[in-house]
């Protein structure tokens, strides 16, 4: 599957965004869609998942209350909403597929090229 996610930019702190994630076929009920971002100069990080049948989301404690992931199965598209964005958000973002839920960047086998969101003081 190849992922295209958009949706990134510069923005202030305090401000907000929302990316996407396209799919390039369809994303099936088992499967878990995941968002990572890697800071400059640090490693890929796990940000939020969702499982794609039922909606559970999952979410690391940096961004918890602060993003959302979402889907549209009908539109097999995934979303990170982003609001109260800090300078510490500043990275590429990238969207991911597992066949289960995993914090685990190595167990999301399909990856989109990242996009990249600034986040100025």
């Known amino acids: 599957v190849q992922l295209q996610a958009s949706g990134g930019g510069l923005v202030q702190s305090g401000d907000s965004l929302r990316l996407s994630c396209a799919p390039s076929?369809?994303?099936?009920?088992?499967?878990?869609m995941g968002w990572f971002r890697q800071p400059p100069g640090k490693e890929r990080e796990f940000v939020a998942a969702?499982?794609?049948?039922?909606?559970?989301?999952y979410y690391s404690d940096s961004v918890k209350g602060r993003f959302t992931i979402s889907r549209e199965t009908g539109k097999n598209t995934m979303y990170l909403k982003m609001n109260s964005l800090k300078p510490d958000d500043t990275a590429i973002y990238y969207c991911?597929?597992?066949?289960?839920?995993?914090?685990?960047?190595?167990?999301?086998?399909?990856w989109g090229q990242g996009t990249q969101v600034t986040v100025s003081s």
């Open positions: 969702i499982r794609w049948g039922t909606g559970l989301t």
């Open positions: 076929r369809r994303i099936f009920s088992s499967h878990v």
């Open positions: 991911a597929r597992a066949n289960g839920l995993s914090y685990d960047q190595r167990e999301y086998r399909d």
